[in-house]
């Protein structure tokens, strides 16, 4: 009888700790996968309303479908720092307008400078709090990975986070789990700022012209 008794213990903890291991990896692989197709539909998102900015405000200058790619440029620059004013994050409007009619000389007639600065910093606004946003997704994915009880990280591993559920596209490339991870997970700023940080030495937004 004492036989019995033991087998029985020995198959209901066999049995509950296996149901245990597959409700704890369910709960697991439900929690990441939600939480990564989270943060690329955001990515994508940010992704789709940056482009749409830049293409609707060539779109309200009227400027041709072929010398889009200058403006883009120049947007783009705008947006990530390069025509900040020194020591601000404030848009410097002479450089930015200088940029505009030295690309579009037939716009220098046209009072729409104000409207390009103010667009610009909205755009930047927008762009700069979907960059916060992901980067406090990621943040709590992260924290969720790596922290937890003793186990918990070990069983997010074997659950296969990062996944494939975590995708990014760019320059017609597709990225996915740990690699789109580590993309998503750079700030998106511009070649000044990085070489700031890089070398540890600030410089002028507005480099002096040579005499």
């Known amino acids: 009888m004492k036989k019995f008794v033991i087998i029985g213990i020995v198959a209901a903890l066999v049995i509950g700790l296996f149901s245990w291991g597959i409700g704890t990896y369910t709960n697991i692989r439900n929690e990441g996968t ?3 197709l989270a943060i690329t539909a955001k ?3 940010m992704q789709a309303s940056y482009g749409q900015d830049r293409l609707a405000f060539t779109d309200q200058l009227g400027i041709a479908r072929e010398k889009r790619d200058a403006m883009d440029k120049i947007l783009t620059d705008a947006v990530s720092g390069r025509y900040n004013q020194p020591g601000s994050p404030v848009v410097d409007q002479g450089k930015l307008i200088s940029a505009v009619v030295e690309a579009y000389p037939d ?28 980067s406090e997704m990621i943040r ?8 937890g009880s ?16 975590l995708e990014m596209q760019a320059n017609g490339n597709v990225y996915r789990g740990k690699e789109a991870l580590d993309r998503m997970s750079r700030p998106i700023i511009g070649s000044d700022t990085g070489q700031i940080f890089d070398t540890g030495v600030d410089q002028p937004a507005i480099t002096p012209e040579k005499k």
């Open 34 to 36: 939600r939480t990564e």
């Open 43 to 45: 990515y994508k998102a």
């Open 107 to 134: 716009l220098a007639g046209l009072n729409i400078y104000d409207k390009i600065a103010d667009f610009v910093t909205k755009m930047r606004s927008d762009f700069a709090q979907d960059q916060a946003q992901i």
């Open 140 to 147: 709590d994915y992260n924290t969720w990975r790596q922290t």
């Open 150 to 165: 003793f186990l918990h990280p070990t069983l997010v591993g074997w659950a296969g986070f990062p996944s494939d559920a």
